[in-house]
């Protein structure tokens, strides 16, 4: 039987599972505040890394503070588990906004019902991702090995929090964490790859079909929805914003895709998942020899290659996510991580306007230039970025 409360917060429902934890909503006790709080497995399912991986996002966020960048309030450990208190963003991934129809993108009314249904989905269904990241924490698994919290909601909320019942059971800060991860007796090796098997990530289950085709009709109609044109290019605005805020504050993602962008009830961007985020300063720990940080589809060439990263190599992956989104079909694909990382080196991509002969000419064009191979033919900065899609 899982706690009913994680230090100073009692757990609510479940928002989404994963391979390496479990995210709740929460409510901090203290202040009677919402929360999401992401839970780590514990047992055989915990993996260390994660865990240093969970410390690390908190240390980035904490003391940053922009609308389209979540926020994070705590970590810690409670009666062995690590966890971390953010803001609770209610909302869908940036891929499942677009994807709806013209009524639900043009209607407040309409958005709110799909991100109800959305919510309600999640509380019957592991979650899915779309993709494996380096660390393999986000594969979809039967989140029973977790825990369920069917019977919390009988449960009354305390009146207060004191402190005095908890005192003992949890600690606060990320070095709690580390300590915690450090009695595996693991390395943090985020991922360095040693002849073993690869995490790659796989086509989605919509996404079964051969490798290189072109969108069908039917789908390019979809992608070329009036509307759906303009929420898209709100959506990179904003996102523009918060790699513009985070790149003036010395970091980069290093981990920008689609499930990583939330849109609130609001329209509001969010970026997420900070867990890969790394100081520019910081340069032995973002160029590591032999190790791979990132998704494999939206890594820019310098991030396969081991080599110097910077506020450009998040722009490399905002230009995937702009492409797919235009054209309907990411701008490399392949069977094996080698074959997609080969591409990524060496092969152009066909223009997005060549795969939607319809498509927005403005943000194709973005697209285009930020997939450039060389950092320098790319957009140099986010705000550049901002100002284009402005014009387009």
Do not use: C
């Not at 960048?69 to 963003?89: H, I, K, S, W």
């Not at 910077?310 to 079909?329: N, S």
């Amino acid at each position: 039987m899982p706690p009913k409360v994680i230090g100073p917060y009692r757990v609510l429902e479940t928002l989404g599972s994963g391979g390496a934890g479990t995210v709740y909503r929460a409510i901090d006790r203290r202040t009677g505040e919402d929360a999401a709080l992401k839970l780590l497995s514990t047992g055989g399912a915990l993996d260390p890394r994660a865990a240093r991986r969970l410390a690390r996002e908190f240390e980035t966020l904490q003391h940053l503070s922009h609308p389209n960048v979540v926020r994070v309030y705590d970590t810690g450990v409670y009666q062995g588990y690590p966890y971390l208190a953010m803001e609770l963003v209610e909302g869908l991934t940036l891929r499942h906004y677009l994807s709806l129809s013209d009524d639900d993108l043009a209607s407040d009314q309409g958005l709110n019902r799909a991100i109800t249904l959305h919510r309600q989905a999640m509380n019957q269904a592991p979650g899915e991702d779309d993709g494996a990241s380096d660390e393999a924490d986000e594969a979809d698994e039967d989140p029973s090995g977790v825990f369920s919290l069917a019977t919390f909601g009988e449960e009354p909320l305390s009146d207060e929090f004191t402190g005095s019942d908890d005192e003992e059971e949890y600690e606060s800060g990320p070095e709690s964490v580390r300590r915690f991860a450090a009695l595996a007796e693991e390395p943090d090796t985020q991922s360095s790859y040693s002849g073993g098997p690869l995490p790659y990530e796989l086509p989605r289950s919509d996404e079964a079909r051969p490798l290189g085709s072109r969108p069908s009709e039917v789908e390019l109609a979809a992608l070329n929805r009036a509307e759906r044109v303009g929420r898209l290019k709100d959506a990179m605005l904003q996102l523009s914003e918060a790699l513009a805020y985070i790149h003036q504050h010395g970091l980069i993602h290093r981990d920008l895709k689609p499930t990583n962008v939330m849109v609130d009830e609001d329209r509001t961007v969010r970026l997420m998942d900070f867990g890969l985020a790394k100081y520019l300063a910081d340069d032995s720990a973002v160029t590591a020899d032999g190790r791979l940080v990132g998704t494999f589809r939206y890594m820019a060439p310098e991030q396969v290659l081991g080599e110097h990263l910077d506020a450009r190599t998040d722009l490399y992956g905002l230009g995937v996510i702009l492409y797919e989104l235009v054209a309907g079909r990411p701008p490399f694909e392949a069977k094996t991580p080698y074959e997609l990382w080969q591409k990524i080196l060496e092969t152009e991509p066909v223009p997005a306007g060549a795969l939607n002969p319809r498509a927005d000419r403005s943000l194709a064009r973005v697209a285009m230039k930020l997939l450039r191979k060389e950092p320098d033919d790319r957009f140099q900065t986010a705000e550049e970025v901002y100002e284009a899609l402005l014009q387009a």
